[in-house]
């Protein structure tokens, strides 16, 4: 079964830097797209940053460009989201996402994902 594992959210202070990982297991990493989304109580979920399976290609949220770099290591199957300057805004469940096939145009769309890991929460305070 393909499982996306998400880890290393937490709570930190305006200013701060988290990184994220996401663990996948389950299906050909290589081929697939990885993505991350975040999902604060009552808004919908957001497009945050994607990379492209091989070429290290990359596109972000209008929200989060210079402050959040996305990067992947095929060989252990891992996906990292290192946010840096985070502010409260960024607090969410931030999700780890994958697709097999997609267009730039249509990246974030949530409903063109495959597959989804459970989310890790990331709070920052003021």
């Known amino acids: 079964q393909v499982q996306l594992v998400e880890s290393g959210g937490g709570m930190v202070q305006a200013g701060a830097s988290l990184r994220l990982s996401c663990a996948a297991s389950?299906?050909?990493?290589?081929?697939?797209?990885m993505a991350w989304f975040r999902q604060a109580p009552g808004k919908e979920r957001e497009f945050v940053a994607i990379?492209?399976?091989?070429?290290?290609?990359?596109d972000f949220g209008d929200y989060v460009k210079g402050r959040f770099t996305i990067e992947r290591d095929n060989a252990k199957k891992m996906v990292y989201l290192q946010m840096n300057s985070l502010v409260p805004e960024d607090t969410a469940a931030y999700y780890c996402?994958?697709?097999?096939?997609?267009?730039?145009?249509?990246?974030?769309?949530?409903?063109?994902?495959?597959?989804w890991g459970q989310g890790t929460q990331v709070t920052v305070s003021s």
């Open positions: 990379i492209s399976p091989t070429n290290g290609n990359t």
């Open positions: 996402a994958a697709d097999r096939a997609t267009h730039w145009n249509l990246v974030s769309n949530p409903n063109e994902y495959d597959y």
């Open positions: 389950g299906l050909r990493f290589s081929s697939y797209w």
